[in-house]
């Protein structure tokens, strides 16, 4: 789960890190009162949405007056925000934070993740800051530096040094640099956070660190613990049929292809979705129904699948352990009829039951169209929607 800046910055702020004053806005009028409380003279408008690459997209903008941040906040919200990070629609602007603008000296870039490689947390830094971290990686390697912290004894101050040294921080900015490395390594552990990206870290009032821009995202698996957490979860950020889905128990993913997915077990559902793959189509996503699911749980999955317009056909991959083919076979007869489903539907069946729930689905009158086994359905699914 990802949660939007000023969040993150308020965060990070109980925890001792440095950041600008401002507060968020949800209306033009609402941005000028905070510009007016803030006090100052310059102001920067922050559009709120769960992406990067903002201030090159136009939402990242410094006023100079409160008109001038009316107007800016205006623009913003209720407009669309494309950035390299949202895809060619964008996302619906519907907060923005007001902040009291700094002037910057230097732009560095400091985050942690979660190292998969060596399972633990990895603290990297650049002096390249205010870019992309990717590309500065691929362009000039020399300016990213790597630090892993060992679990058993958490992240020591020698090591922060060691970053701070290697990416130029010297004299003052040294401790202050150590401060905010280990308040941000206390957030993440005790928030189950699996990314945490400040960048910039700049340097204001030529000797102050600061976090001028924040980003943190958490471990969903760890949200049930993580109440202050779930408390900021911004549902209008998140694709809606994921949202209705986890409410089902099911567990679906949207992608880009055409082959609406229906499948039980995680391991089953990427081998389906290879299958499809490898016969020439795209599955539209990834849907795990789980063990035991009940026949409303399949019809509830059918009109997930379909709530996604690029959805030209179904594919039902059902090896039946836990699950029961003949409620497997209720529960897509029962949406075919309720839902009126128009896509051609292909449904294999295995496992527990299997006659039964084969038998159901011929003697429906429905137009399914049945495989043998996953190649046979990968095959069929990929046919029907080119043919
Ligand atoms: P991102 O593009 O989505 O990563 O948004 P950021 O929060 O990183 O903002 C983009 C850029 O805006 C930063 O790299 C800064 O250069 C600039 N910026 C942000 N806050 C300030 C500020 O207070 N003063 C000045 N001068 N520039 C700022
Ligand atoms: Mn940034």
New binding site residues.
């Given amino acids: 789960m990802n949660i939007h800046?000023y969040q993150a910055k308020e965060l990070l702020k109980s925890y001792g890190v440095p950041v600008?004053a401002g507060a968020v806005a949800f209306s033009y009028a609402q941005a000028a009162n905070v510009a007016e409380d803030l006090g100052g003279e310059r102001w920067?408008v922050?559009a709120q949405i769960h992406?990067?690459?903002?201030?090159?997209a136009g939402?990242?903008k410094?006023a100079g007056s409160v008109t001038e941040v009316r107007q800016f906040a205006d623009q913003m919200l209720g407009s669309r925000l494309v950035?390299h990070q949202t895809g060619p629609d964008g996302s619906l602007v519907q907060r923005v934070l007001v902040?009291?603008?700094?002037?910057?000296a230097a732009?560095y870039y400091l985050g942690f993740v979660i190292d998969r490689g060596s399972q633990r947390i990895t603290v990297i830094a650049s002096s390249e800051?205010?870019m992309d971290i990717e590309e500065v990686n691929k362009t000039h390697p020399e300016c990213v530096f790597q630090e892993t912290v060992d679990p058993a004894i958490g992240l020591r101050d020698f090591q922060c040094r060691k970053v701070a040294s290697a990416i130029g921080l010297r004299g003052k900015l040294m401790p202050q640099a150590v401060k905010i490395m280990k308040a941000i390594y206390r957030c993440i552990r005790d928030k189950d956070a699996l990314l945490a990206e400040i960048?910039?870290l700049?340097v204001v009032d030529k000797d102050q660190l600061i976090a001028?821009?924040a980003k943190i995202s958490f471990d969903d698996n760890a949200l049930y613990r993580q109440h202050q957490i779930n408390g900021m979860r911004d549902f209008d950020e998140e694709d809606p049929k994921e949202v209705e889905a986890s409410g089902h128990g099911l567990n679906y993913i949207a992608l880009d292809g055409s082959i609406g997915c229906i499948v039980n077990g995680a391991g089953l559902a990427m081998a389906t979705m290879d299958a499809i793959t490898l016969h020439g189509g795209r599955p539209a996503n990834f849907l795990d129904v789980g063990g035991g699911a009940s026949p409303e749980k399949v019809t509830n999955a059918c009109r997930i699948v379909l709530q996604d317009p690029s959805v030209k056909a179904i594919l039902v991959n059902i090896f039946a352990g836990i699950n029961r083919c003949d409620w497997i076979a209720r529960g897509l007869i029962q949406a075919m009829e309720s839902l009126h489903i128009k896509a051609p539907m292909v449904v294999r069946l295995a496992g527990t039951n299997v006659e039964e729930g084969r038998e159901l689905l011929d003697s429906s009158g429905l137009s399914f169209i049945t495989a043998q086994n996953l190649d046979d359905a990968a095959g069929k699914a990929v046919a029907v929607v080119k043919g």
């Fill in positions: 800046e600008p920067v922050k992406a990067g690459g903002r201030g090159k939402g990242v410094l950035t902040e009291q603008a700094r002037d910057i732009e800051g205010g960048n910039p700049a001028l821009d």
